[in-house]
């Protein structure tokens, strides 16, 4: 249906500028994980490996991700966000062209940990300068600019096949080097000097020393889960994170995390529906497959293929949340789609107990991808809606934590259950029963994803109206 605009609605030509920007960072880094994730039995090949060494080009960069994401707020105050922006992406592309000319396994995985440590911060960023541009009107451009980040892990079995099949390894990273260099170019050229709207501040080095390898060692736990070294980064990671919550609450503004923002009625229920969502995303793309593959008997190329409608679903789903949100408000939308991603895995319990029917696999998956794609970007503009301009550094950071907390949380928690039910059941022949009930599980946690939506605002306008409420709270509460 096509949007009629008027004058107020219309979004300045910069807008789309910062835009192209922005999506350009997130794609190239979604790209790059996927082209080496689906490379690893060829790097083992070329550079004389195992498997366990090479899987560290994946593991390095992502738990590299991790360690730096927590200083995005810190490092915009200080330095900006065009300048960082151009000082993570030049080191992007210089260490992707380092990842090229590596000469064994070890400085292979050494190049792709600086590359995760400078790609860590794209993704935040770009979310951050969307909200920057798009003020009120986040829903519809967020809509429009999720359509190529999705693209990257589409297009990235395709091209690193092709790449494989024609050409060197070395050019997997090679090939970001033009796209790299016109990044660059345009980040000069649309995004906005904010320099002298800075606001240094004194790094908070008891929190980063305690949250940065917090989050490594959660992350490394959750994929570990099996082994002792995994039990013990988690129990590990638990102690640092909990420290750092009750030394970082004190400081407020001076932290490195303002936890401040989470007593915030809106960004708190965004943040819980954004850990959730994400969570339950991760979890079921852990699940189903298995199932598929286990249960059911299919080969994993096939299973590719049965998972299609799921992205097809969350593509329709994008294009729309600008009208739909403007129509309907945030909280009917983000309610609506987790309605329709609850439906959509209710016919799993069903598939679990009588085995794969395509007629009922392929419009399940469809309807649960529009209802989790319906979700996150409503649940977003609340948030960034709710927060002063001056904070979203900071709002950026929290949720983009959060967010990647809730993935391995709730994938550890449906795993882990699989695991006890599949022990209890014991011969093969009754695997089914284990699929069922976590399934069961599954919908489970689609109902609290449910209720944390219907706690999101109504619409856009209204955010701003309860931010001068709680701020008026505030202040009195400060005054007294």
Known sequence: MPETLSSADRLDPSVWKIVSV???????????ATVVNVSLSSLTVELHSTLTVIQWVTSGYLLALA?????????????????????????????????????????????????????????????????RAAGRHMARVMGYAALPVMLGPI?????????????SWRWLFLVNLPVGALAILLAVLFLPNDREETTPRDLDLLGLALLSPGLVLFLYGSDHMGERTGLLALATAAVLITIFLRTAAPKGANALIDLRLFKSRIFSASATTQFLSNGIMYAAQ??????????????????????????????????????????????????????????GTLPFIYLGGHGLILAVLAPALFFRGMGLGAIG??????????????????????????????????????????????RSVGTPGMMSGA????????????????????????????VAEQRVEEESLNLIEVAE
Do not use: E
């Open 22 to 32: 922005a999506v350009l960072g997130s794609f190239l880094s979604q790209l790059d």
């Open 67 to 131: 360690l730096m994401l927590p200083l995005n707020g810190w490092l915009v105050d200080r330095i900006g966000a065009k300048t960082l922006y151009l000082w993570c992406f030049s080191a992007f592309t210089l260490s992707s062209a380092l990842c090229g000319l590596a000469w064994s396994a070890n400085s292979l995985i050494a190049f792709r940990i600086l590359q995760g440590m400078s790609g860590g911060l794209l993704a935040p960023m770009a979310q951050m300068m969307l909200a």
């Open 155 to 167: 297009l990235g079995p395709v091209i690193a096949g092709a790449i494989l099949q024609h050409a």
């Open 286 to 343: 852990m699940l189903v497959p298995i199932y598929l593959i286990r249960a059911c008997g299919r080969s994993p190329s096939a299973t590719g293929w049965l998972l299609a409608p799921l992205g097809l679903g969350m593509v329709c789903a994008y294009p729309c949340m600008g009208f739909l949100t403007q129509r309907f408000g945030i909280r009917k939308v983000s309610s609506g789609g987790a309605l329709l991603a609850l439906a």
């Open 377 to 422: 970007i409503p649940s977003l503009t609340a948030a960034y809606a709710s927060v002063k301009k001056q904070d979203l550094p900071m709002a950026t950071t929290s949720l983009n934590i959060v967010q990647r907390l809730g993935g391995p949380t709730l994938t550890t928690v449906c795993a882990t259950f699989l695991a006890w039910r599949l």
């Open 435 to 462: 699929f069922t009930s976590t399934f069961v599980l599954l919908c489970v946690l689609h109902v609290l994803l449910l209720v944390a939506a219907l706690r999101l605002p109504v619409s856009v306008d209204r």
